[in-house]
């Protein structure tokens, strides 16, 4: 079976602090794809980024890292620096070899505070 | 980028009416679309996959009577919740795959929130 889990419910920052956001992803696949998404109060996905299971280079773009370790079968998501509009909830994602299916984890809601 | 439409972004209505709700691949053929739910504070929920030209693959304890998907042609595809009753109230997502490979990137629509009265 696969699945994603997304441990932390809720996190709360204040502005300029640094936070890490954990997914950890369960699947039998040797291919597969992780992703991360960000979805502001206005409701709509927005794409952070994808990953396949090939690719463990960390990755940098601007003030957001991502830490992919298959080891662990985690794949963390930092904001350093955080901002007052990273304020959103952050789903990690999983697609699996051979379907177009996306298993979400169940979200971190971060609040970033003033 | 390759752009997905939903449409409308919000709706209310009256217990017992239908409401239909578009998906379009603006800017790209789609020959598979997802539908999926999304209640307040929680995560998304797969409901169906709609295939051009036949039948829409329903996950299970979805009611495909219900939820009637329609995916008509390669850039449109339409979720009709039937006899709405406020437990249909939720946020709906379409998601539309750019290519025929399973790892072809997928596109979101904006969603689409409903609110039954």
């Known amino acids: 079976a696969q699945k994603v889990t997304q441990a932390q419910t809720e996190i709360s920052v204040v502005e300029k602090e640094d936070v890490t956001l954990d997914c950890v992803y369960e699947t039998r696949d040797t291919t597969y794809y992780l992703f991360w998404y960000k979805q502001p109060p206005s409701g709509e996905l927005v794409f952070l980024i994808r990953r396949n299971s090939f690719d463990e280079q960390n990755e940098i773009s601007g003030r957001y890292s991502w830490n992919f370790q298959k080891s662990t079968s985690s794949f963390n998501f930092t904001i350093t620096a955080s901002q007052v509009v990273d304020s959103a909830v952050y789903f990690c994602a999983l697609r699996g070899s051979g379907t177009y299916k996306y298993i979400f984890g169940t979200g971190t809601r971060l609040k970033v505070l003033a | 980028g390759a752009v997905v439409s939903q449409h409308p972004s919000r709706v209310i209505c009256k217990s017992g009416t239908s409401v239909k709700i578009e998906c379009r691949s603006l800017d790209f053929q789609a020959t598979t679309m997802f539908w999926y739910r999304q209640f307040p504070k929680q995560s998304l929920m797969l409901m169906a996959t709609?295939?051009?030209?036949?039948?829409?693959?329903?996950e299970q304890g979805v009611e495909k009577d219900k939820f009637l998907i329609n995916h008509a042609s390669l850039t449109l595809s339409t979720l009709t919740v039937t006899s709405a009753h406020p437990e249909d109230s939720s946020f709906y997502i379409c998601?539309?795959?750019?290519?025929?490979?399973?790892?072809?990137?997928?596109?979101f629509g904006n969603g689409t929130r409903l609110t039954v009265t």
């Open positions: 709609s295939n051009e030209g036949s039948k829409a693959t329903y």
């Open positions: 998601s539309a795959s750019e290519g025929a490979s399973w790892n072809s990137p997928l596109h």
